[in-house]
């Protein structure tokens, strides 16, 4: 729109945040975060980036149906990440319990890999991975995609790119009532907050992506991150799209 952009959302999108405002969810899901301290932002082109973050500047949404009873099925993180380097692993999105023993999480490592970490734990066992890609700790933007297609089968993707990938059976990650969510820190715990990072378009779902499209949503979303850039509808009146130009 006129207004913000929410870079591409899978079908069964469960949340869509970050886009040009640090509560409100894009998606028809309406999972309006809780912006606890004061989260800090800046911009670039026409896109709103937030971050750092810190054990008190966050932003958090009690444990939801939306995601708390997952099961062993899709489930699907994606978020755009910028840092300089982390002294310890920062988290950038999650959803667990207050144990960290059914836990779904993003996480930034330290300067010894500047790499991802999916933090994944189900009712089985622990399934978490760390990427390969390392050194992104360059002060430019990337793009992680995390990708569960079932309890056995899951990808870490960095810039459309597959990184690594998990044949570990966690079993279910549901835990109905239990599983608070959160950007820049753990869900439901003060740990690991993501004291270097800035983040946007962050989304969670329940559709796995293929390959294919991970890859094409990452050059398609890639331009906003460009300075100056145009992200959003240019009208001044309407949010219909008028005309399309293609350079």
Same mark, same amino acid.
């Given at each position: 729109?006129?207004?913000?952009?929410?870079?591409?959302?899978?079908?069964?999108?469960?949340?869509?945040?970050?886009?040009?405002?640090?509560?409100?969810?894009?998606?028809?899901?309406?999972?309006?975060?809780?912006?606890?301290?004061?989260?800090?932002?800046?911009?670039?082109?026409?896109?709103?980036?937030?971050?750092?973050?810190?054990?008190?500047?966050?932003?958090?949404?009690?444990?939801?149906?939306?995601?708390?009873?997952?099961?062993?099925?899709?489930?699907?993180?994606?978020?755009?990440?910028?840092?300089?380097?982390?002294?310890?692993?920062?988290?950038?999105?999650?959803?667990?319990?207050?144990?960290?023993?059914?836990?779904?999480?993003?996480?930034?490592?330290?300067?010894?890999?500047?790499?991802?970490?999916?933090?994944?734990?189900?009712?089985?066992?622990?399934? +978490?991975?760390?990427?390969?890609?390392?050194?992104?700790?360059?002060?430019?933007?990337?793009?992680?995609?995390?990708?569960?297609?079932?309890?056995?089968?899951?990808?870490?993707?960095?810039?459309?790119?597959?990184? /690594?990938?998990?044949?570990?059976?966690?079993?279910?990650? +549901?835990?109905?009532?239990?599983?608070?969510?959160?950007?820049?820190?753990?869900?439901?715990?003060?740990?690991?907050?993501?004291?270097?990072?800035?983040?946007?378009?962050?989304?969670?779902?329940?559709?796995?992506?293929?390959?294919?499209?991970?890859?094409?949503?990452?050059?398609?979303?890639?331009?906003?991150?460009?300075? /100056?850039?145009?992200?959003?509808?240019? /009208?001044?009146?309407?949010?219909?799209?008028?005309?399309?130009?293609?350079?």
């Amino acid at each position: 729109t006129r207004a913000y952009s929410s870079g591409y959302l899978t079908r069964d999108i469960r949340g869509a945040w970050l886009s040009n405002s640090n509560t409100v969810d894009r998606s028809y899901k309406a999972n309006t975060l809780t912006n606890n301290g004061t989260v800090p932002t800046a911009t670039i082109g026409e896109l709103t980036v937030y971050g750092p973050f810190s054990t008190s500047n966050y932003l958090s949404r009690a444990s939801d149906a939306d995601w708390d009873v997952l099961g062993t099925g899709n489930v699907y993180m994606s978020c755009w990440f910028e840092t300089s380097g982390a002294t310890t692993s920062e988290c950038l999105m999650s959803f667990s319990n207050a144990a960290g023993s059914i836990r779904c999480s993003m996480t930034f490592e330290d300067a010894s890999t500047d790499n991802i970490m999916w933090e994944i734990q189900g009712a089985t066992a622990t399934g +978490s991975m760390s990427g390969d890609i390392d050194h992104l700790a360059d002060s430019k933007w990337h793009k992680c995609d995390l990708v569960q297609v079932s309890s056995t089968e899951r990808y870490i993707y960095i810039d459309g790119v597959l990184d /690594s990938s998990s044949t570990t059976d966690i079993g279910s990650l +549901s835990s109905s009532g239990n599983l608070p969510f959160a950007i820049g820190r753990v869900g439901g715990s003060s740990i690991q907050p993501g004291a270097s990072v800035q983040l946007a378009l962050a989304h969670l779902s329940a559709t796995a992506p293929t390959a294919t499209q991970v890859r094409q949503m990452y050059e398609a979303e890639k331009g906003m991150f460009v300075a /100056s850039s145009e992200c959003l509808l240019q /009208s001044g009146s309407t949010d219909a799209v008028l005309d399309v130009d293609v350079d």
